[in-house]
């Protein structure tokens, strides 16, 4: 292997910047000329593609969002947008690439190295932690600390006035930010994707909550979550209780930001290097990730299909705190 093409790609997350810091990095060590596509798979398409050298990445690593830039590309998604990503591989004889997202990034990258034949390896970039093959992905951790700091201020105002709060975060099909943040912030209910909670269990803990004389709640929603909402469990439980003082919070993109935690500039730094060495190694269509500790390469197609499970037992934990 000559040279490898790194990019990022979906939704950003932090510490990105320090897996691209870490691909070129250690490109640069073992020889590898390493190029950097901007704008994920639109860069391979129109031809973003830049020489990056171990210099070209310095004060990198404690920098949020993706300085490669992100996208979810509708043409990449055609069979022509792919032959033009092609074309450019070729253009630059670009040997194999790192592509550092989620699942459906690597959805692209298999498609196109089935097609066309470009090894590839994958980086699992992502705060929402869903992805198959790995204990943490790069940004969750930032996500969840970020959704924690911001918890902890909803608490002191909830508190002063008496007030019932719900507080959405994200996650769109996966309910990981929502159950730690919510276990870290001493929330009332969590409600996820992963679960069928109902309206009725939510009121039943309104209740207990009432019984003991609390006077302020939070409610912590992951955006999946399946009863409709946060607005609407905001409208039912204020006509369930109109003596309460209901409001909402949706954290949003703030939860995408941020200078990364420790744990996701060590993460991405690990990954970004095994990553290198994977695809020297012969490795192709795999992600590289960390479960107990231990390095590991899982088939990209098994990161894809399967999802990182909820631990149930987490969730008996926030059961059993809550009341
Ligand atoms: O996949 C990461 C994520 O942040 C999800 O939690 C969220 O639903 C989605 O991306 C939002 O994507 P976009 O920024 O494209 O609206």
Do not use: W
């Not at 550092?100 to 590839?120: A, L, R």
């Amino acid at each position: 292997i000559k040279k490898i093409g790194v990019l990022t790609s979906g939704g950003d997350s932090p510490g990105m910047n320090a897996a691209i810091r870490s691909v070129v990095r250690a490109c640069n060590y073992y020889g590898i000329v390493c190029c950097g596509i901007r704008m994920g798979y639109e860069g391979l398409i129109n031809d973003y593609v830049v020489e990056l050298g171990p210099r070209s990445v310095r004060n990198l690593i404690n920098r949020g969002g993706t300085e490669l830039k992100s996208a979810r590309s509708q043409e990449f998604r055609t069979k022509e947008g792919r032959e033009k990503a092609a074309k450019t591989v070729k253009k630059h004889n670009i040997d194999a690439l790192v592509i550092i997202g989620g699942d459906g990034s690597f959805t692209g990258g298999t498609i196109f190295q089935k097609e066309h034949g470009v090894p590839f390896i994958g980086v699992p970039g992502t705060i929402d932690n869903d992805i198959f093959g790995t204990d943490y992905t790069v940004g969750y951790d930032t996500a969840l600390n970020t959704a924690v700091d911001a918890i902890d201020k909803i608490r002191d105002t909830a508190t002063s006035h008496n007030r019932v709060f719900f507080v959405e975060v994200m996650g769109r099909d996966a309910g990981f930010i929502a159950l730690n943040s919510g276990i870290a912030t001493g929330a009332l209910d969590i409600l996820i994707p992963e679960e069928k909670d109902s309206i009725e269990d939510l009121f039943i803990a309104f209740e207990k909550a009432q019984e003991k004389g609390k006077s302020s709640s939070i409610v912590i929603v992951a955006e999946g979550e399946k009863l409709g909402g946060v607005y609407d469990l905001a409208k039912f439980t204020k006509m369930k209780y109109p003596e309460f003082d209901v409001k909402v919070t949706v954290l949003g993109h703030i939860q995408r930001g941020g200078s990364p935690t420790v744990a996701d500039r060590v993460l991405a730094s690990r990954l970004g290097v095994a990553a290198v060495e994977g695809l020297i190694a012969g490795k192709s269509n795999v992600m590289a990730g960390m479960q107990s500790s231990k390095l590991v390469f899982t088939p990209i197609e098994e990161a894809i299909k399967k999802h990182n499970e909820i631990d149930k037992d987490l969730i008996k934990v926030a059961d059993i705190l809550s009341t």
